[in-house]
Every structure is written in C-alpha cells, then in structure tokens.
C-alpha cells in the first residue's frame, strides 16, 4: 500500500501499509554553491500522521528550516572531486581514502576541506526530533541506500535517480509511525549498501 499525503509535490509518500513515511533528502548538489536537500514546499504540509499525534505545523516548518540551514554545510559533488583527485589524482584519492577522516567529529571538522560539522549537525538534528517523536511512539532516521534500486519509493525518486549509475547514493528521511515500526527503524543502519570503510568514512551519518 502506497498512499501520497500532503500535497502532489510535497515529496512525501507513506509507504509500508501506512507504518512508514518516506520523504526525499537530496544529499549533494553538483556546485558548492548549490543547496539542496528536502523537496522545495515540504515545509508547508505537516504530514497528516503526524498532526493526528500533535506536531504542529510551527513544529515541523522549524525541523524542515534546521536541516536545511544544516545542509549549507554539506559538501558538492564537484567540491568532493576536487578534493580527493586534484591535482595529485589517483595517489591523491588513495592518501585521502587511508589517512584524511573527514567525516569525523573532530575539533578541526569546521575547515573547509572537512564534512564532520554537517554530519554531527545532521546527528544533533536528528536527535532533537527524536526527542519529540519517541514519546510518540515514532522515530525519524535519515537513510541512504546504494544502489538506487534498492531504496524504498518516494514521491520524487524516479526524477532524482533519472541518468544516475549504480554508484550514486540515494537519500531520504524516513519516519517510522507505530511502536514496531519505531523499533525496526531504530535497530535498521543508516547505509544501505554504502560500505565506506575508508578513513574518509569515518564519522559519516548518511
């Protein structure tokens, strides 16, 4: 059973018998410049789920706005190819992988050429809704899954894996909505055939 709930372009699809909520989470946008990350009007629909349990809508604009200010810190495709391949290449790549945690907490996660900040705010955000939800009986986690294929449907998927490889890594905001779905989410990874045991990886969230 799929149900589509909070407008046709909110993003938000409740999947799984209604147990679940599946919301696209855009990772990576292709320029440093570029924020991407929930759909563009998700903000503006509490789920209904969601307001029958009491978020308000002020509640869920401000979880939407948090991670979206978060994702300001997050790293570009082309940012991530410059700094693991340019200009040393493949030996560059290599060190990188061994030596470099860039994803990890860290007291120098703020540079620039370090993705630890947006993973832990990506940590601290999901732990506040949490704070909110589990009362509830429900629970949020942010999911990747690699390959594509094998990630759950969204509303927008088919748009967003359009031209993509097996390589790219499909993000999403999952929102579990009964005590047994709440404790299958909390004991599920967030990666989903990932597998980044590189150093680089160290610390990731999604």
């Given at each position: 059973?799929?149900?589509?709930?909070?407008?046709?372009?909110?993003?938000?699809?409740?999947?799984?018998?209604?147990?679940?909520?599946?919301?696209?989470?855009?990772?990576?946008?292709?320029?440093?410049?570029?924020?991407?990350?929930?759909?563009?009007?998700?903000?503006?629909?509490?789920?209904?789920?969601?307001?029958?349990?009491?978020?308000?809508?002020?509640?869920?604009?401000?979880?939407?706005?948090?991670?979206?200010?978060?994702?300001?810190?997050?790293?570009?495709?082309?940012?991530?190819?410059?700094?693991?391949?340019?200009?040393?290449?493949?030996?560059?790549?290599?060190?990188?992988?061994?030596?470099?945690?860039?994803?990890?907490?860290?007291?120098?996660?703020?540079?620039?050429?370090?993705?630890g900040d947006?993973?832990?705010?990506?940590?601290?955000?999901?732990?506040?809704?949490?704070?909110?939800?589990?009362?509830?009986?429900?629970?949020?986690?942010?999911?990747?899954?690699?390959?594509?294929?094998?990630?759950?449907?969204?509303?927008?998927?088919?748009?967003?894996?359009?031209?993509?490889?097996?390589?790219?890594?499909?993000g999403i905001?999952?929102?579990?909505?009964?005590?047994?779905?709440?404790?299958?989410?909390?004991?599920?990874?967030?990666?989903?055939?990932?597998?980044?045991?590189?150093?680089?990886?160290?610390?990731?969230?999604i």
């Open positions: 059973l799929t149900k589509i709930i909070c407008g046709e372009s909110s993003g938000i699809n409740a999947e799984y018998g209604g147990n679940r909520i599946n919301i696209d989470f855009e990772k990576h946008g292709c320029c440093p410049w570029e924020i991407v990350g929930l759909p563009d009007d998700c903000e503006r629909y509490v789920p209904q789920e969601l307001a029958s349990r009491g978020i308000s809508q002020s509640q869920w604009e401000e979880w939407c706005d948090d991670l979206m200010k978060n994702q300001k810190k997050a790293p570009s495709i082309s940012g991530c190819l410059c700094l693991f391949c340019f200009p040393g290449l493949f030996v560059q790549c290599i060190l990188c992988a061994m030596l470099c945690p860039i994803s990890g907490n860290h007291p120098l996660k703020f540079l620039p050429c370090c993705y947006w993973h832990h705010g990506l940590d601290k955000w999901q732990q506040k809704v949490n704070k909110v939800l589990n009362p509830l009986d429900m629970h949020a986690k942010l999911k990747t899954y690699k390959p594509h294929g094998n990630a759950p449907k969204t509303l927008n998927k088919s748009t967003r894996v359009a031209g993509k490889d097996e390589n790219y890594e499909f905001w999952v929102i579990a909505l009964n005590a047994e779905e709440n404790r299958k989410l909390m004991m599920e990874p967030w990666c989903n055939g990932v597998n980044d045991g590189c150093t680089w990886g160290f610390g990731r969230f």
